[in-house]
């Protein structure tokens, strides 16, 4: 598999995006599907008859986009979904749609104790982790209210049936060329759903042992990256 810099592909995308190519969608549409499919296991796996319930963990930028996006096609069909603001914004148009389709809204600040955080994972089937993405810049660690949230979180993930983490784009907090992960505060993901290529740092130490199952999203990138000689060749 390929990696490619996180500069590549906001290139390959800069010029889809100038010509109107709607990525969001793309990348959101290819999120909700994986998280239906592994949802759908968990269900039929347990022979329950419920539509399941999602939480998303949503940052300010793009990947906080996707994440609701992906959480408002799903709750459209009648999953419960919950999402938790951990930015000091959230995507406008992600937003819009979440609350159209019935999301949700949890507040950051009930789930900074991690016994309260444990106690509402009990109901959760699936985290999505949308909190960073490719922008984190040179250090990646999560900061604020996002780092107590994941601390808080980390030690139900640890315990038998707990939820599956879908990470969205790569898990928060590891860089995407480098695969660098400066700080502990990461939730390992059972699969990583990354848009329109593998990035370097999902396939490098340490990063790449906490990716899980790795699904490229085709968003149309392929002919933009062609000519591009990878980070990353494995």
Request: hydrophobic share 45%.
């Amino acid at each position: 598999m390929d990696g490619y810099s996180a500069a590549q592909v906001r290139a390959a995308e800069r010029s889809l995006l100038d010509a109107g190519e709607p990525l969001m969608a793309r990348a959101a549409a290819g999120l909700a599907a994986e998280v239906r499919r592994r949802l759908r296991g968990l269900l039929d796996g347990a022979g329950r008859t419920d539509a399941g319930h999602v939480l998303l963990l949503v940052g300010s930028g793009s990947n906080g986009g996707d994440a609701l996006f992906a959480g408002a096609e799903l709750a459209a069909e009648g999953v419960r979904v919950t999402s938790v603001a951990l930015g000091s914004r959230v995507h406008e148009g992600g937003s819009a749609a979440a609350t159209s389709a019935g999301v949700a809204p949890s507040p950051a600040d009930g789930w900074l104790d991690p016994a309260t955080a444990r106690a509402r994972l009990r109901g959760v089937d699936v985290v999505v982790d949308g909190i960073l993405g490719t922008g984190t810049g040179a250090d990646p660690a999560l900061r604020g209210t996002a780092a107590e949230v994941v601390a808080a979180v980390l030690p139900a993930l640890a315990e038998d049936a707990a939820p599956v983490v879908v990470a969205c784009d790569l898990p928060s907090g590891t860089g995407p060329d480098d695969g660098a992960v400066p700080s502990p505060l990461v939730l390992p993901a059972t699969v990583t759903v990354t848009f329109g290529a593998a990035k370097a740092g999902l396939l490098l130490p340490p990063a790449r042992d906490l990716v899980g199952e790795l699904v490229v999203v085709d968003i149309g990138l392929g002919p933009q990256l062609a000519g591009q000689e990878p980070l990353v060749r494995t």
